[in-house]
């Protein structure tokens, strides 16, 4: 009887000390949260001022990371950009290295092409990087509309008044993940003096 109480008492010491692990160290939330393409998301973040784990938190709820995705609406790549769109990104950002074969196909020019994307949209909407992420899903004419006819105020707060449910979970995601990336690799901030917060 004594020998089953110490082995309870060690088994709940074990299970305290897994618990404490997994609560407490990186390299565990690291392993459920990994980022895949970092030098090239370093580089779109660099090149065109946008935060590196913005891209990222976008690029996970985007494709996780996968290469070669296409959406039931077209998009494609791991950033998940629209044929068009990337047309337009490749034409007004005078990217004329880049097709959009390449932007949809290729992991580096589609994060090269979706930085671009997101420094384009942050500032649309005058540096609120909370309508940027929601036009990345919904558009930026839809986004634009909502803000200027008072449906939504552009924050994360008020999410609850953005009319499509898609855009507002999208957010959540990418807000989410943002957090993780942020709290679990801090290095990516020091390499590009990110802000350290969606706003």
């Known amino acids: 009887m004594r020998w089953l109480a110490k082995k309870r008492v060690l088994l709940v010491v074990l299970a305290g000390f897994v618990l404490l692990l997994f609560l407490k160290s990186d390299w565990m939330g690291r392993m459920m949260y990994p980022i895949s393409f970092v030098d090239e998301i370093q580089a779109g973040a660099s090149d065109y001022e946008v935060d590196p784990y913005l891209i990222a938190a976008i690029i996970r ?22 044929p068009d769109t990337a ?10 290295a880049l ?69 507002r979970h999208y957010v959540q995601r990418v807000d989410y993940y943002y957090n993780k990336y942020r709290d679990l690799y801090p290095d990516m901030a020091s390499a590009s003096g990110a802000s350290g917060r969606l706003s």
């Open 87 to 96: 047309q337009w990104i490749i034409e007004t950002a005078k990217l004329e």
């Open 99 to 167: 097709t959009a074969e390449g932007v949809t196909s290729d992991t580096k020019l589609s994060i090269r092409a979706g930085s671009w994307y997101i420094h384009s949209l942050h500032q649309q909407f005058k540096g609120n990087s909370v309508a940027a992420v929601a036009a990345y899903n919904a558009g930026p004419g839809k986004v634009s509309k909502w803000l200027q006819n008072g449906t939504w105020d552009g924050t994360l707060k008020n999410l609850s008044s953005i009319p499509y449910g898609e855009t």
């Open 61 to 82: 709820v985007e494709s996780n990371f996968h290469t070669g995705k296409v959406s039931k609406k077209g998009a494609a790549g791991v950033m998940q950009l629209m």
